[in-house]
């Protein structure tokens, strides 16, 4: 069993910076892809970011490629999402998963409980 938790959301105006981060206390971390999810107010649940079990390899979403970088620590059992330069459309609460390396959402089987982000204009 996986158990990640994320933190470092909150409020930042548009051109700002956050880091999230996702931690867990399960051995297997480093067996595991991770990847940052985001849910809007009345939109579906939407892929950010995902980086392999080595942090070899990361993937993006148009939308936040060039602004955010995912990045992870195997021996402190940590993985981060640098955000930079955020937008309005921005705002959500971001999830941090488990699975496979996949920007599709049931392909992990473990999440985090979220943390908001809000960008204001």
């Known amino acids: 069993q996986v158990q990640l938790v994320e933190s470092g959301g909150g409020l930042v105006q548009a051109g700002g910076s956050l880091r999230l981060s996702c931690g867990t206390s399960?051995?297997?971390?480093?067996?595991?892809?991770m990847a940052w999810f985001r849910q809007a107010p009345g939109k579906e649940r939407e892929f950010v970011a995902s980086?392999?079990?080595?942090?070899?390899?990361?993937t993006y979403a148009d939308s936040v490629k060039g602004r955010f970088t995912i990045s992870r620590d195997n021996v402190k059992n940590l993985m981060y999402l640098e955000m930079n330069n955020l937008k309005p459309e921005d705002t959500a609460v971001y999830y941090c998963?488990?699975?496979?390396?996949?920007?599709?959402?049931?392909?992990?089987?473990?999440w985090g409980q979220g943390t908001q982000v809000t960008v204001s204009s």
């Open positions: 980086i392999n079990w080595s942090g070899g390899s990361t």
């Open positions: 399960g051995r297997t971390f480093s067996s595991y892809a």
């Open positions: 998963a488990a699975g496979e390396d996949s920007p599709l959402s049931w392909e992990y089987d473990y």
